[in-house]
């Protein structure tokens, strides 16, 4: 480890929640034995993390109705880390938990497109409609095989 604390931002943007907009900031050491739970529709940042292994274990969600601002299949929001809390947006976080056998779907999925992609587009949200960045080199006709690979194997 880089020997200082490893540093964590949140801010709840979940809509009805007490604690809308409010940020809080922790300082903590790695420890293996323990883990962090953030909840859907919390924004995170972590800070000072050389030399730090992390392990992410997302719980896949969906929503019939969901949020515009989040995903089709998972909630995930990318905020600027310089915006001020009342500039991150208010979400309302997929309410069902995906079944263990989408996520082992999803994971055969990932397996196959790893062999054949060589990089994955960022998705972008702006005003409700979803752009996909990724370096010119791959051209606009690699966004639409990928685009359409997701849409084919979604719920």
């Known amino acids: 480890m880089n020997g200082g604390k490893i540093i964590g931002e949140f801010v709840d943007c979940r809509a009805n929640s007490p604690t809308l907009h409010k940020r809080i900031r922790i300082e903590f050491d790695a420890d293996p034995d323990f ?8 924004a995170h940042l972590f800070m000072n993390l050389a030399g730090v292994v992390t392990r992410n274990e997302p719980v896949l969600r969906w ?4 949020d515009k601002l989040f995903s089709p299949i998972a909630d995930i929001l990318n905020v600027s880390a310089n915006a001020k809390d009342e ?3 208010v979400v309302r976080p997929h309410r069902y938990v995906v079944p263990l056998s989408y996520h082992q779907y999803i994971a055969s999925l990932h397996r196959k497109w790893s062999e054949r992609v060589k990089v994955y587009p960022v998705r972008l949200v702006i005003k409700d409609k979803s752009y996909y960045i ?8 690699y966004v639409s095989k990928f685009t359409s690979n997701l849409s084919k194997n979604s719920i």
């Open 35 to 42: 883990s962090l739970k953030i909840p859907a529709g919390v």
């Open 87 to 89: 500039e991150f947006p």
């Open 134 to 141: 990724i370096p010119k080199e791959y051209g606009s006709n």
């Open 63 to 66: 929503d019939p109705e969901p």
